[in-house]
T-cell receptor
Framework: NAGVTQTPKFQVLKTGQSMTLQCAQD?????MYWYRQDPGMGLRLIYY???????DKGEVPNGYNVSRLNKREFSLRLESAAPSQTSVYFC?????????FGPGTRLTVL | RKEVEQDPGPFNVPEGATVAFNCTYS??????FFWYRQDCRKEPKLLMS???SGNEDGRFTAQLNRASQYISLLIRDSKLSDSATYLC???????????FGAGTTVTVRA
């Protein structure tokens, strides 16, 4: 089992560009999450999906959109990237109260 | 006020030493508590859940004090491999949305 996978691992964008971060899990989990991690701050929830077909906003949803394509995949889209979105992005899925994280995407917006 | 606050450290300790640190949480309705470990530039991984009665996992002991709203982690007989950032994590509901502290960095030196 690969667990939670994310692509790409690294990305550099210019202000105003768009991109989609991909996440997939092979553990048959219902719940999936997108977080961002910035220096000196805890992980902050951007969006989550409790089950296929549902999504909800987290703490910091502005500037992002998500799609729960199926049970396995949960993508995060930046429509018009801004320097404030420079961060490390983690996808996670959960079973009961344990969350399993992907390896992260390091995004820089210039 | 942040939901979960931690002393960022770093705690620099020699091999074999005992190190302990706390985190505090602000929401008295919090229900579940965890310690996650994050190695440099890697994803967080669950270290242990924290139960009301306190619990041990090998060299690691976690305690919960609901009255004072803090959680502690103690590491005995520190190993070089214990060097990491330890994230205090709290859940306030049954939908497994987690609040993360910014982490406490521990460095174990030879």
């Amino acid at each position: 089992n690969a667990g939670v996978t994310q692509t790409p691992k690294f990305q550099v964008l210019k202000t105003g560009q768009s991109m989609t971060l991909q996440c997939a899990q092979d553990m048959n989990h219902n719940s999936m999450y997108w977080y961002r991690q910035d220096p000196g701050m805890g992980l902050r929830l951007i969006y989550y999906s409790a089950s296929e077909g549902t999504t909800d906003k987290g703490e910091v949803p502005n500037g992002y959109n998500v799609s729960r394509l199926n049970k396995r995949e949960f993508s995060l889209r930046l429509e018009s990237a801004a320097p404030s979105q420079t961060s490390v992005y983690f996808c996670a899925s959960s079973w009961a109260d344990t969350q399993y994280f992907g390896p992260g995407t390091r995004l820089t917006v210039l | 006020r942040k939901e979960v606050e931690q002393d960022p450290g770093p705690f620099n300790v020699p091999e074999g030493a005992t190190v302990a640190f706390n985190c505090t949480y602000s929401n008295s309705a919090s229900q579940s508590f965890f310690w996650y470990r994050q190695d440099c530039r890697k994803e967080p991984k669950l270290l242990m859940s924290v139960y009301s009665s306190g619990n041990e996992d090998g060299r690691f002991t976690a305690q919960l004090n609901r009255a004072s709203q803090y959680i502690s982690l103690l590491i005995r007989d520190s190993k070089l491999s214990d060097s990491a950032t330890y994230l205090c994590v709290v859940a306030t509901s049954n939908d497994y949305k987690l609040s993360f502290g910014a982490g406490t960095t521990v460095t174990v030196r030879a």
